[in-house]
């Protein structure tokens, strides 16, 4: 039987989508699950027919003690979570295995340039060359010595070494 998916309009409207027996193809925004800091996460069912499909899921993954993921997960405590990211992330805070689950399949960058969905990439390392005028250093100079003036000479030297070096600029 065919079913018309319907678009949650905010948070009242997901519950009542989901306070059905079964079916239904309901579509929401991650920020549905968005809360006051701190406050615990309404149930919205616990039904334990609901697939939550979701993509980029590590972008869920923000402060994940107190924000999206997490709140799916209180929120749809019985559902079944699938997950697609390129890149997910294991960390104390922020954890896309914790939510989704383990990886039932992995595409690499390998197997999309093979079936042509990407071409390959090519990394060149280049290191980028900075030049400084001449006239434009003794301009330097005189602003320098107008911006630390009534430092003291070490602490001068000190940043002019800091900031002559290349890298700085």
Do not use: C
């Amino acid at each position: 039987m065919h079913q018309t998916p319907v678009q949650a309009k905010d948070r009242k409207h997901l519950t009542e989508l989901l306070s059905v027996a079964s079916g239904g193809v309901v579509f929401t925004t991650i920020q549905k699950f968005a809360s006051e800091k701190g406050e615990a996460y309404p149930l919205l069912s616990d039904r334990r027919n609901i697939v939550v499909i979701a993509n980029e899921v590590r972008r869920s993954q923000y402060d994940f003690i107190d924000e999206f993921a997490r709140h799916m997960r209180d929120g749809l405590p019985n559902a079944s979570f699938i997950g697609f990211t390129g890149a997910p992330i294991e960390l104390s805070d922020k954890d896309t295995y914790t939510v989704f689950g383990e990886n039932i399949h992995t595409y690499d960058i390998q197997q999309a340039v093979e079936y042509g969905a990407t071409v390959r990439i090519y990394y060149e390392s280049r290191l980028a060359k900075i030049e400084l005028d001449e006239s434009a250093r003794s301009h330097l100079e005189e602003n320098f010595q107008e911006v630390t003036d009534g430092e003291e000479i070490e602490r001068k030297e000190k940043l002019k070494s800091k900031w002559a070096r290349l890298e700085a600029l």
